[in-house]
């Protein structure tokens, strides 16, 4: 194949646009907020299961505390029933007296043991409360986290895309002047060869695959017409001559 001097290294020109638009793919796709947002993500899933669950032990401790608070209740007014009776002077049996003395007595126990298990309720619904507030808290903080990376994030996918843009008109109004043959080649080799389809021939060594050619080599490529595409022997890439081919 043959092509004019001027064309191979304008091709040279479009290689450097086309490293320039695959390093600002691989910026877009690992920008280190993707992995930033990733984990705060994870953090706020096990946040919320974590104030879900703290939410629900406080409302079960406060339907616990209704209740019990409710069971001191009813044994404190059937205990100011009973001692009413005992204080109207209607009770005049002694051994009924007794009797109503013992369950006196052991209401006041059980309205003791009730009001115990009231405080302790009281405490675990207090610290439910606690620990809800501090997660809710932990929480929002994590969400504005999130919303920070997101939009220094979004800012430079938009920077990226912008340059991209413009790179890729640069690159095509470039790649139009490039004849057909020699632009559909190096097409070719450069998604055959990792992103890379021509490579300058700098003192005598190919910035393809960065190995230098031997005396043989260097002999052919000196011998070959101006306008001959020649190709590395080791990469096999579109071997462009410069000034500084050391030929």
Do not use: F, W
Request: charged letters at 35%; aromatic letters at 0%.
């Amino acid at each position: 194949m043959n092509a004019a001097p001027a064309d191979q290294n304008r091709l040279l020109d479009v290689q450097a646009l086309d490293i320039r638009l695959n390093q600002l793919a691989h910026r877009r796709e690992n920008l280190p907020e993707h992995d930033e947002i990733r984990a705060l993500d994870s953090d706020i899933a096990q946040q919320r299961a974590l104030l879900v669950a703290a939410r629900t032990e406080e409302s079960d401790t406060a339907r616990e505390q209704t209740k019990a608070e409710q069971d001191v209740d009813q044994v404190r007014q059937r205990a100011a029933r009973d001692q009413q009776r005992l204080d109207s002077g209607m009770v005049t049996s002694p051994k009924d007296l007794e009797s109503l003395q013992s369950e006196i007595a052991s209401l006041a126990k059980r309205q003791d043991d009730l009001e115990t298990v009231v405080l302790d309720i009281m405490e675990r619904h207090e610290a439910a409360q606690a620990r809800a507030r501090e997660l809710a808290a932990t929480l929002e903080e994590l969400e504005a986290r999130v919303t920070d990376a997101s939009a220094r994030r979004d800012a430079a996918v938009t920077e990226i895309e912008s340059e991209t843009e413009r790179i890729s008109a640069e690159r095509a109004e470039l790649a139009a002047t490039i004849p057909a043959d020699l632009l559909k080649l190096y097409e070719k080799l450069r998604t055959q060869q990792g992103g890379v389809g021509a490579a300058r021939l700098y003192q005598r060594r190919c910035e393809g695959c960065r190995l230098e050619l031997n005396i043989t080599e260097v002999n052919e490529v000196r011998a070959a017409a101006p306008d001959e595409v020649v190709r590395c022997e080791n990469c096999r890439r579109i071997l462009v001559r410069t000034t500084d081919s050391g030929l």
